[in-house]
Antibody
Framework: EVQLVESGGGLVQPGGSLRLSCAAS????????MDWVRQAPGKGLEWVAN????????YYVDSVKGRFTISRDNAKKLLYLHMNSLRVEDTAVYYC???????????WGQGTVVTVSS | QSALTQPPSASGSPGQSVTISCTGS?????????VSWYQQHPGKAPKLMIY???RRPSGVPDRFSGSKSGNTASLTVSGLQAEDEADYYC????????FGGGTKLTVL
């Protein structure tokens, strides 16, 4: 059974940093694209970033470019999202999701809450 | 504003059918057969319900079906049940944004 478990969320002040982690199990992690998707309170889903199976290429939504970095450790089956210069508008539940190609997400984590507030 | 446009709400009575639309463009829905639909109950993670326009993952009831015409994709829920009340999101490859804005389905 595919399992994705996020951690690392919390309360941070504007301008601060956080690192989210996503532990994967039940599938060959190194075969799949992995994505982060977020959902602001009361709002819809927003794709944030993704990373190729070997970690060589990363892609980001414009609003986080230069502030967020997605990475992965295939040996440990871990996906990361390093978030710097956090803004109030980054407040959201952050989900990691397995991307089977063409933005098809067949497995999602339970989400981790990031709150950016002073 | 989402590049994939969904109605904010839809509703139907138990046993009825309801269709949710997702309108994109010739760059996304119109260009690719990579449309997916996700169901999200409050406080829960999204769940894949339809992929590649019409295909259902294992375990998804056949009451859920997908279709596409031109730049518009649709999700139809037949034989509505109380547990179908949720938010539904479409997604498509190719667009500026991955997901539609979401549709809240209410079972009356």
């Amino acid at each position: 059974e595919v399992q994705l478990v996020e951690s690392g969320g919390g309360l941070v002040q504007p301008g601060g940093s956080l690192r989210l982690s996503c532990a994967a199990s039940g599938f060959t992690f190194s075969d799949d694209w992995m994505d982060w998707v977020r959902q602001a309170p009361g709002k819809g889903l927003e794709w944030v970033a993704n990373v190729e199976p070997d970690g060589s290429m990363q892609y980001y939504v414009d609003s986080v470019k230069g502030r967020f970095t997605i990475s992965r450790d295939n040996a440990k089956k871990l996906l990361y999202l390093h978030m710097n210069s956090l803004r109030v508008e980054d407040t959201a539940v952050y989900y990691c999701a397995r991307n089977r190609g063409w933005y098809l997400y067949d497995s999602w984590g339970q989400g981790t809450v990031v709150t950016v507030s002073s | 504003q989402s590049a994939l446009t969904q109605p904010p709400s839809a509703s139907g009575s138990p046993g009825q059918s309801v269709t949710i639309s997702c309108t994109g463009s010739s760059s996304d829905i119109g260009a690719y057969n990579y449309v997916s639909w996700y169901q999200q109950h409050p406080g829960k993670a999204p769940k894949l319900m339809i992929y590649e326009v019409t295909r259902r993952p294992s375990g998804v009831p056949d009451r859920f079906s997908g279709s596409k015409s031109g730049n518009t994709a649709s999700l139809t829920v037949s034989g509505l049940q109380a547990e179908d009340e949720a938010d539904y999101y479409c997604s498509s490859f190719g667009g500026r944004r991955v997901f539609g804005g979401g549709t809240k389905l209410t079972v009356l």
